[in-house]
Nanobody, 115 residues
Framework: QVQLVESGGGLVQPGGSLRLSCAAS????????MGWFRQAPGKPREWVAIIRSGGTTNYAGSVKGRFTISRDNAENTVALQMNSLKPEDTGVYYC?????????WGQGTQVTVSS
């Protein structure tokens, strides 16, 4: 029914940047808050950034000032611009509605920050 496809991950050095994109199909999502989540090895999945339907945002303390979430409702996409990346940012990044709906989790995109 609903499919979320993340892209844009990769291997970057500390201090580098990546821009992740999430393409949604099956539902417009335009009236709902959306979020980016990540899961690091050995740790539970956590929320990273939230953008509400009106455009207001919230960020986890660990990424505030470095990450920016945005959305394009016409294209049904959500982006996450990640700057000044740290090794601790390594993990699989997912997008979903916020609060997350379990059935909507996709494959995610791997982000590895390493020297």
């Amino acid at each position: 029914q609903v499919q979320l496809v993340e892209s844009g991950g990769g291997l970057v050095q500390p201090g580098g940047s990546l821009r992740l994109s999430c393409a949604a199909s099956g539902s417009t999502f335009s009236r709902y808050a959306m979020g980016w989540f990540r899961q690091a090895p050995g740790k539970p999945r956590e929320w990273v950034a939230i953008i509400r339907s009106g455009g207001t945002t919230n960020y986890a303390g660990s990424v505030k000032g470095r990450f920016t979430i945005s959305r394009d409702n016409a294209e049904n996409t959500v982006a996450l611009q990640m700057n000044s990346l740290k090794p601790e940012d390594t993990g699989v990044y997912y997008c979903n509605k916020f609060p997350a709906i379990s059935a909507y989790w996709g494959q995610g995109t791997q982000v590895t920050v390493s020297s």
